[in-house]
């Protein structure tokens, strides 16, 4: 359910039923390459980082908002933080 497949010779970042950060592309930024989670059409959202035992679950109801994903990928950010954990940019793995 959280291994990534592919398709027409494409690597995609979903598995049966989650977005999965891999390597090349990372859903969720807060979150290291190994997680996973899902989001929900009015901007809820959960991640699942195995490696640490971190689950952020943000649950909000925003329809339209412009700039809606911001307060989530802050929470997801503090939260890591305040774990103690330092997850590279995907821009800092690039290069």
């Known amino acids: 359910m959280t291994k990534p497949f592919s398709a027409g010779g494409k ?5 049966c039923g989650w977005q999965c950060n891999i390597e ?9 390459v190994g997680s996973f989670g899902h989001g929900g059409a009015f901007a809820t959202n959960g991640w699942i980082d ?4 971190i689950v ?3 649950l909000v109801q925003n329809v339209l908002v412009p700039d809606s994903g911001k307060p989530k990928d802050a929470f997801q950010r503090l939260v890591m933080e305040a774990a103690g954990i330092t997850v590279k940019s995907a821009a800092a793995k690039r290069q």
């Open 11 to 15: 690597q995609l970042n979903y598995a």
């Open 24 to 32: 090349t592309q990372r859903v969720c930024a807060a979150m290291p």
């Open 50 to 53: 195995p490696q640490s035992g």
């Open 56 to 58: 952020t679950v943000f």
